[in-house]
């Protein structure tokens, strides 16, 4: 049961354009979510976190959409940078016990 | 230089075997956190512990245990009850109660043969 889903297993954008990574979840209890980029053989670091009470968050480069109503979200990178290329991964916490619920990732490629 | 280090990186293991991964953090944080991720899936949580002496079961605790008898250390053993214990594992630290900003060590990759 994935409570938090990534359908794209992988993005690829030309450096300069905007990259858009889509998150979707079922659970409409989480109140809050996060975006996470992991590099090869490192650990993943946070990125950029939106309340549910909000509906968007920005943050230099990347803002990330909170669509409740739909249960979506959708962290944009603008505009996209060879340092960029990564995994993303989306999250979702789950009340106050220190669990949070994570998509399966989305390999962003950014292309010269 | 405050972070998170685990040890190994890459670390090998008979079948039958228990095996114990290090993680320690000099980040004074409260909360610590192992993470099991498998190709095609998130991370998915074994164990937390929010303070000294007291952990809790994640998601798929079955097979694993830990301890958390300094701030600083979290290790986990990955026991021989475990059916699948090929993957890479990670670490993550945060301050009590802020899960929302935690760091993450560079992960061990066991592969038991």
């Known amino acids: 049961d994935q409570q938090v889903k990534q359908n794209s297993p992988s993005l690829s954008v030309q450096e300069g354009r905007i990259s858009i990574l889509n998150c979707d979840y079922t659970n409409s209890m989480f109140d809050y979510f996060l975006w996470y980029k992991k590099y090869p053989a490192e650990g993943p670091t946070f990125l950029i976190s939106i309340s549910s009470i909000k509906d968007k968050n920005e943050d230099g480069r990347f803002t990330v959409f909170l669509n409740k109503s739909a249960k979506h979200l959708s962290l944009h990178i603008v505009p996209s940078q060879p340092g960029d290329s990564a995994v993303y991964f989306c999250?979702?916490?789950?009340?106050?016990?220190?669990?949070?619920?994570w998509g399966a990732g989305t390999k962003l490629i950014i292309k010269p | 230089d405050g972070g998170i280090t685990q040890s190994p990186k890459y670390l090998f293991r008979k079948e039958g075997q228990n095996v114990t991964l290090s993680c320690e953090q000099n980040l004074n944080h409260d909360a610590m956190y192992w993470y099991r991720q498998d190709p095609g899936q998130g991370l998915r949580l074994i164990y937390y512990s929010q303070i000294v002496n007291d952990f809790q079961k994640g998601d798929i605790a079955e097979g694993y245990s830990v301890s958390r008898e300094k701030k600083e250390s979290f290790p986990l053993t990955v026991t021989s009850a475990q059916k699948n214990p090929t993957a890479f594992y990670l670490c993550?630290?945060?301050?009590?109660?802020?899960?929302?900003?935690?760091?993450f060590g560079q992960g061990t990759r066991l592969t038991v043969v």
């Open positions: 999250a979702a916490l789950r009340g106050s016990n220190y669990q949070l619920i």
């Open positions: 993550a630290s945060s301050r009590g109660g802020e899960i929302t900003e935690a760091f």
